[in-house]
């Protein structure tokens, strides 16, 4: 193969994108020790218990099984009986890798409880939460770079990663949010760039081997929904609400009848919003497990090898669900801003 | 007795694996049809099968999400012993 005509960046990327689609060859292999090693006779491979270990929130990162494979993540609760605690979630796991209780505290099913039975104000720094902020770190990476690019090239050609991101900013504004709110679109430019990109940015972190579920967790995606919701409300005029408490050019006793409906309708737009990425983002990663856990399933080398292969295609439908499905919530909330900001017609 | 016959649990894992089929024959019809009609738009226009293509892909993307939602339910339905 000749090197020579390609540049050093363009080695490096390709170089990480090879390795990055033949790790989930190997990914099998790392899957593969819980099995070995820590499975007691009779005690059989669980492939639901292993997805959805993967699936929802921990206390912990967990790589591999071993001394450094897993990353204590720290503890921070809040009870009114015993006030504001941080400690690091080692602390809840013995030698051999057993829960166990600490100081009072308990962790069951990675909910921490009081041992006398209260509840405490759960606000560790939980896996989801670390994957949060590293795709807010990634994203203020890139997005400085950028503006600073902008800067740089005033009026002429863009450069670096400039050139990368600045055609989809200028993409999302001018198909995206300026046809679907027509005027006083400016307001929302903000909003809806930083959507699109934490939700792009959040679904291709959460394919990467070893990470969190991020986007994939109901309770960020309802917060997203909640934002949504809230800008969408807030900026509404006359218009809008007098479309959904008196609907104009229906007869009256019709009125009445569909205020009910049009005030579900309010809240469903922000439900669908929430369950629409969730299920996305979860259902595509449960596919993915599922396929890995065949291969545990049937203890066959040929079975491993073709799901290894079947996983490679579809993680790469999965990244296009990934971008699809940012672009999709955009879109919708778009949508849903414009028809509370229009004006009557 | 018929009462603990129906209360059987894996009467419900038999239900969530016919589910999930139901499902999928959902999702292809529904992206059978965006498809067929998008192959039938772009025999027709050859020079919008752009932007064609992109509606189909976020089409497919809405109705897909439908059917994976009854993927999940399911798969959480089977995992109950």
Same mark, same amino acid.
């Given at each position: ?345 | ?9 894996? %009467?419900?894992?038999? *239900? @969530? !694996? /016919? #589910?999930? =089929? %139901?499902?999928?024959? *959902? @999702? !292809? /019809? #529904?992206? =059978?049809?965006?498809?067929?009609? @998008? ?9 919008? @099968? ?32």
């Amino acid at each position: 193969m000749i090197f020579k005509n390609l540049s050093i960046n363009t080695l490096i990327v390709r170089s990480i994108v090879l390795i990055l689609t033949f790790s989930t060859f190997f990914l099998n292999v790392s899957l593969a020790k819980p099995i070995d090693d820590n499975t007691e006779p009779g005690e059989a491979f669980n492939p639901g218990d292993m997805i959805m270990h993967h699936i929802l929130d921990s206390h912990v990162w967990h790589f591999w099984d071993g001394h450094y494979g897993t990353i204590y993540l720290p503890v921070i609760l809040y009870s009114n009986e015993r006030g504001l605690e941080v400690f690091s979630s080692s602390n809840f796991f013995d030698d051999h890798h057993n829960i166990v209780e600490y100081n009072g505290y308990k962790l069951v099913d990675e909910h921490i409880s009081l041992l006398e039975g209260g509840s405490v104000f759960d606000l560790s720094i939980t896996k989801n939460v670390a994957a949060l902020f590293m795709n807010a770190i990634a994203m203020l990476i890139v997005f400085i770079g950028v503006a600073q690019g902008f800067k740089k090239n005033k009026g002429k050609a863009p450069s670096g990663i400039q050139s990368v991101f600045e055609p989809i900013i200028i993409y999302i504004r001018d198909e995206v949010i300026k046809p679907n709110i027509g005027k006083g679109y400016e307001k929302f430019v903000p909003y809806l760039l930083s959507l699109f990109f934490f939700i792009w940015f959040g679904n291709i972190i959460g394919l990467l081997p070893g990470a969190a579920n991020l986007t994939g967790n109901i309770s960020v995606t309802l917060v997203l929904a909640a934002i949504t919701f809230v800008i969408t409300n807030y900026n509404g005029n006359a218009t809008y609400w007098k479309h959904i408490f008196w609907t104009p050019g229906v007869p009256l006793p019709l009125r009445v009848l569909i205020l009910p409906v049009e005030l579900i309708g309010v809240i469903t737009k922000p439900i669908s919003l929430t369950i629409r990425l969730f299920v996305a983002i979860s259902a595509g990663h449960i596919v993915i497990l599922s396929l890995i856990a065949m291969a545990f399933i049937f203890h066959s080398w040929a079975v491993g090898i073709g799901s290894s292969v079947i996983i490679v295609f579809i993680s790469l439908i999965e990244i296009l669900v990934a971008t699809i499905q940012a672009y999709v919530f955009t879109i919708f909330t778009a949508v849903y801003i414009g028809t509370a900001t229009q004006e009557a017609h | 007795m018929l009462l603990s016959i129906l209360l059987d649990v894996n %009467l419900a894992i038999m *239900g @969530a !694996g /016919i #589910g999930a =089929g %139901l499902v999928a024959i *959902g @999702a !292809g /019809i #529904g992206i =059978g049809k965006i498809g067929g009609s @998008a192959m039938e738009a772009m025999a027709r226009q050859p020079e919008s @099968a752009g932007k064609i293509q992109t509606a189909m892909l976020i089409i497919a993307a809405l109705v897909e999400v439908i059917a994976l939602f009854g993927i999940v339910l399911n798969f959480m339905i089977s995992l109950k012993t």
